[in-house]
């Protein structure tokens, strides 16, 4: 794989005098870029010190940048460093940077893939949100949370892999990526967040392990393309409007675990036809299975007398 690129020149370093700089460690941190834009290469050194880290917005809004590759050296890059940069297409991420701070690359709406190396620890939120072309992304072992919105609205991402080390999806992580099918949520997860999956219409499929506790309100709103969810026996409570809208769900198991099923819980999961309520549950909210016509009138008869008619219906 690595020949047909062993006869191509190596990138030309983008000339010093493109960055702006302030001292930071015994080296420098770039705070800004004035060249051309294209395919750009930090160099590793600046006036002979070496590049330590990326600033807050050193390039944000560089609409001209297509390519960027990051030396050696760098640990961090900072808030919103290329946010906006609307043609970014390619970026080189170096083994040593640990930190991913909040929205660095947000709205780099022409970004196709992004190799995130294994000495990141931290992904901040918003890092990558707004990356609409971006297919694929590896998350790196380190990491233990994925923050919130970090890539929401990726609306071309396919696959993610998500290490084993995580043990918490923040609210809105993967909002809105509507071109994701399939999701392994790795044991270890204690908590999915709210909205963590919403609008996630492409998802067909997805693996909830036993260590989840909590799964916030709103975590699969309207991933319609949903068939069926298995709740594992960890889960107390199913929050509110948890399933809303997931209209191609047929079926669902609900651990007996659970005590509470939250107010529009299951609304609209118009291709509901079977579902069972352990006698563990005590308390199942107002319109929890409203819009859930395929449901058996036995089915519903018998929900409504242990509990309410309201289960069903809008007061």
Known sequence: MMSQFMDEPLAAQSPEADFTTEPDDGGVMITGYNGKGG?????????????????????????SLTAVTIPAGVTAIGRRAFSGCSSLSSVTIPAGVTTIYK?????????????????????????????????????????????????????????????????????????????????????????????????????????????????????????????????????????????????????????????AIGREAFFGCSGLAAVMIPDSVTAIGREAFSGCGKLEPEVRADIAKRFSKWVFESR
């Open 39 to 63: 395919d750009v290469v930090i160099p590793a050194t600046i006036s002979g010190k070496p590049v330590r880290g990326i600033d807050r917005e050193a390039f944000s809004g560089c609409s």
């Open 103 to 259: 929205r660095a690359f947000s709205g780099c709406s022409s970004l196709t893939a992004v190799t995130i190396p294994n000495s990141v620890t931290t992904i901040g939120r918003e890092a990558f949100s707004g990356c609409a072309r971006l297919t694929t992304v590896t998350i790196p072992a380190g990491v233990t949370a994925i923050a919130a919105s970090a890539f929401c609205d990726c609306s071309s991402l396919t696959a993610i892999t998500i290490p084993d080390s995580v043990t918490a999806i923040g609210e809105w992580a993967f909002a809105y990526c509507i071109s994701l099918s399939t999701v392994t949520i790795p044991a270890g997860v204690a908590t999915i967040g709210e909205r963590a999956f919403k609008g996630c219409s492409g998802l067909t499929a997805v693996t909830i392990p036993n260590s989840v506790t909590t799964i916030g309100e709103k975590a699969f709103y309207k991933c319609s393309g949903l068939t069926a969810v298995t709740i594992p026996n960890s889960v107390t409570t199913i929050g509110r409007e948890v399933f809303f809208g997931c209209s191609g769900l047929t079926a669902v198991t609900i651990p007996n675990s659970v005590t």
